[in-house]
């Protein structure tokens, strides 16, 4: 509360909070407004649908059920996420945007700039399969068969208009989250995000309400929510420290003593894209056994997914799933911490960790501590994708509230929720302290 009233008495923080909550709502009301050429009839019954979980359902936990909708952000801010991730991935083959990344705020504008261009281009790609795909009722994404044309006036000119549509409200999303983080406070794609998946608990929490027993299973979930709560928090803050020591430096008559500083590893070093690349991949099966043949061969594959990897209650599944989050736990860390080049950083500018020689013995100890911190994060972040689900599964049983719920109320969600909230109100508490400071100094002077 003290922080709140600091927020209100300084004016430039104030402006900053207020353009950041303005930015907010007029994407919340984006996420309404209707796109033109749509039967909104057919869109009803397939948000009807989608609560029944699917591909669908994690779908749009990023898009604020806007997808659902077909309103303007349908997309999202996943068009330009996946475009930074792709990009970030291209920087480690592409010599070019190598050189990008070691040339500052020049190449960061070049390379934002490119991200910028995926994303129109990704955006393109997935408005028009939605289009499509949508035409028929959405096919296997609702989680059900259903024969919904939700473009009734199917036509190459009623294409170009909703592709275009979905487009420029992507685009005009990625602007909004750039305004956010120049104008605003904290990190707009984030935010965004954060925007997103927290308007989706109000309905998943009334739907453990509604079931039988709703008040005792309420109860018990938010114990158990609490619970995850705290650690989510301790996961997020935590760090394993690397002292670093510099040595002494001679410039011109002056000698400067070394300085001791530290390397901060999170335990969670790859945050929520883990639980987002694994549950794309074990969902793309599911995409794909929409196109097998209904009879022979197709239907043994199609009746496997679909017991197998398109159940949340299946441990298979839940295997399969805690597998794929561990892995990609690995590959994220490796993407973006680079010991090999954070060894030659600390070589370059004359330091060293204490007991370790600088060069390749430095690059073989970070190393090894990045994979022994790496591999408690990462499971970590498998429980915390998997518990709630099949808490919220048990606790409501099998029907359409069971994979709609456990995707609005599980691990992705609130580990996106209290990452965002954590970084937000260190650049607050960072901005309040900006401002202790400055107070300070005109005091003295």
Known sequence: ?????????????????????????????????????????????????????????????????????????ALGIMPYITASIIMQILAVVIPKLQEWQQQGAVGQRKTTQWTRYVTIGISILQSTGLVFLFHNGGGGLTGGQSNLDLVPGFSPAIVLLIVLTFTAGSALLMWMGELITTRGIGNGMSLIIFCSVVSGLPSAFSAVYAAENGAVKLAIFLAFFLVLLVFVVFIELGQRRIPVQFAKRVVGRRMYSGQSTYIPLKVNQAGVVPIIFASAVINLPVLLSQVLPSDGWGASVSNFINDYLADTRNLVYLAFLGLLIVGFAYFYT??????????????????????????????????????????????????????????????????????GAAYSIGGTSLLIAVGVALETMKQVDSQLMMRNYEGFLSSKS
């Open 1 to 73: 509360m003290s922080r709140i009233g600091n927020i209100i008495k300084v004016p430039d923080l104030r402006n900053k909070v207020l353009f950041t909550l303005m930015m907010l709502v007029i994407y919340r009301f984006g996420c309404y407004v209707p796109v033109p050429g749509i039967d909104q009839n057919a869109v009803s019954a397939i948000e009807d649908q989608a609560r029944e979980g699917g591909v669908l359902a994690f779908l749009q936990l990023f898009s604020g059920r806007a997808l659902t909708r077909f309103s303007l952000f």
């Open 334 to 403: 490796a993407i973006a911490f680079d010991p090999v080049q954070q060894a030659d950083n600390l070589r370059k500018q004359g330091g060293f960790i204490p007991g370790i020689r600088p060069g390749p013995q430095t690059e073989h100890y970070l190393s090894k501590v990045l994979n022994r911190i790496t591999l408690p994060g990462a499971i970590f972040v498998a429980i915390l994708a998997i518990a709630p689900t099949v808490l919220v599964s048990y606790l409501l049983g099998p029907g359409a509230a069971n994979n």
